[in-house]
């Protein structure tokens, strides 16, 4: 796989998970790593990592619903000077609730922080990658980006307008022969600390153990065990290798692309 020595990539939800680990591998090929996240001492912990073994990174506080802190972050990119190649979208949210209770203002926050990030990234971000001489974006969607589930109507609403979103954007992108190329990615379920982040009362609506008082959150390879056709749930490792793939010059003939790896969950 080809290196991403004298690019930066520039990565959201950095600070934990999928985003974590894509920095480290996006780093550990060559890349100055932007590592953005909403949770900047997450953040800080990646750069920590990254350093570690040997890697360029710096962090940025971003809450990516918000488009004047795009424009700070990538001002800052553009005054540090290498060029921008790379950009992952990996920032997300689940919200796992009965849709006839639903109030409007959650469906929105899903739709905020899943596809009006992914568009901001893209419209302030893809000119840059495009100046630098080209490169990739990669949205991190989701198998509920192609398939239905129950209690799910924002996050399905939100990661299938990610997927949409991205081949569009991908044939804008052919048309000007930017040479940028964009494509999604769909995992299915992935052993990262958001398992953990639901409630006890989401935990229940997707089978998982639930109780007064006892608090059990989800946990991925319990879920896993149901829901993942081979049994296992994939390592954000695992994800972030594909990203690169997609990301680096071998795929350079890949994109509106949507590359799924959910253990064959959406195979039927
Ligand atoms: P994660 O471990 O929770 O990491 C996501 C990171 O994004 C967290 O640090 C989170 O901060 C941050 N974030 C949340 N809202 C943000 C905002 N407005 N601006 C900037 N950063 C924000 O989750 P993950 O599992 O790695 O998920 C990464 C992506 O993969 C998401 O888009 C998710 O939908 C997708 N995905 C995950 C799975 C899975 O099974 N894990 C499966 C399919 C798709 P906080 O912790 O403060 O919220």
């Not at 495009?130 to 980006?145: D, H, Q, Y």
């Not at 695992?238 to 959910?262: K, N, P, Q, W, Y």
Request: net charge negative; with cysteine; proline share 3%.
């Amino acid at each position: 796989m080809a290196g991403f020595e004298g690019k930066a990539a520039f990565v959201t939800g950095a600070g934990s998970g999928i985003g974590r680990a894509t920095s480290l591998a996006l780093a550990s090929r060559g890349a100055f790593v932007w590592v953005t996240d909403f949770d900047k001492a997450g953040a800080d912990g990646t750069v920590d990592l990254i350093r570690k073994a040997g890697g360029s990174a710096s962090a940025i506080a971003l809450d990516v619903r918000h488009e004047a802190e795009w424009e700070a972050a990538l001002a800052e990119v553009d005054a540090h000077g290498v060029p921008l190649g790379v950009l992952v979208n990996c920032a997300g949210k689940n919200i796992i609730t009965d849709t006839f209770t639903m109030p409007l203002e959650d469906f929105r926050f899903l739709l905020s922080v899943n596809v009006e990030s992914a568009f901001l990234g893209m419209k302030l971000g893809i000119p840059r990658i495009a100046k630098s001489g080209g490169g990739a974006v990669v949205n991190i969607s989701s198998i509920m980006g192609l398939k239905g589930q129950a209690r799910m109507a924002g996050y399905c609403g939100a990661k299938g307008a990610v997927r949409m979103m991205t081949k569009a954007i991908a044939l804008e992108c052919a048309e000007l022969r930017n040479n940028v190329r964009v494509n999604s990615l769909h995992p299915g379920i992935v052993d990262t600390p958001a398992w953990h982040k639901h409630s006890s009362d989401e935990a229940g609506m997707l089978g998982g153990a639930t109780g007064a008082g006892a608090a059990p959150k989800l946990d991925a390879h319990e879920v896993a065990k149901t829901m993942v056709p081979i049994g296992v749930a994939a390592s954000a490792e695992e994800i972030a290798e594909t990203v690169c793939f997609l990301a680096s010059d071998a795929a350079r003939h890949i994109t509106g692309a949507e590359i799924v790896i959910d253990g064959g969950m959406t195979a039927d």
